[in-house]
């Protein structure tokens, strides 16, 4: 069974670069939502205290987070990585080769990978 490709990372704020780093996913947002229209979501999550935070992508298929991570490392990447160390990157669906080589270049980063789509829905947004 086929599947939406989600994307959980998990980052430490570098000390001194929440501010940063909030700065750097407020023209994140802009870049993705005008120059993505496959990817059907986009968040952030913070720990209260700023020293964590997550984000969550949902696309429809590996070819969405290819476009996606070849924008992020041509726009966004170097304040990404100023102000964040990524440790953890979940996968669940079937990612790309090109997806798990360009993660595994980041150090000290650990990539698992759930593969198996066993069922579910996404339910439309009223407008």
Same mark, same amino acid.
């Given at each position: 069974?086929? !599947? @939406?490709?989600?994307?959980?990372? *998990?980052? &430490?704020?570098?000390?001194?670069? =929440?501010?940063?780093?909030?700065?750097?996913?407020?023209?994140?947002?802009?870049?993705?939502?005008?120059?993505?229209?496959?990817?059907?979501?986009?968040?952030?999550?913070?720990?209260?205290?700023?020293?964590?935070?997550?984000?969550?992508?949902?696309?429809? !298929? @590996?070819?969405?987070?290819?476009? *996606?991570? &070849?924008?992020?490392?041509?726009? =966004?990447?170097?304040?990404?990585?100023?102000?964040?160390?990524?440790?953890?990157?979940?996968?669940?669906?079937?990612?790309?080769?090109?997806?798990?080589?360009?993660?595994?270049?980041?150090?000290?980063?650990?990539?698992?990978?759930?593969?198996?789509?066993? !069922?579910?829905?996404?339910?439309?947004?009223?407008?």
């Amino acid at each position: 069974m086929s !599947g @939406p490709l989600i994307m959980i990372s *998990h980052s &430490k704020v570098k000390p001194g670069k =929440l501010e940063t780093y909030r700065a750097h996913w407020a023209t994140a947002i802009d870049v993705v939502e005008s120059a993505e229209p496959r990817m059907i979501a986009f968040h952030s999550y913070a720990a209260e205290d700023g020293t964590e935070v997550s984000t969550v992508q949902v696309h429809p !298929g @590996p070819e969405s987070l290819d476009a *996606h991570l &070849k924008i992020f490392a041509e726009q =966004l990447s170097d304040v990404a990585f100023e102000a964040l160390d990524s440790y953890e990157m979940n996968l669940y669906g079937r990612p790309s080769e090109a997806t798990l080589e360009f993660l595994g270049r980041i150090p000290g980063l650990r990539v698992r990978v759930q593969p198996v789509h066993d !069922g579910g829905f996404l339910r439309p947004q009223p407008m």
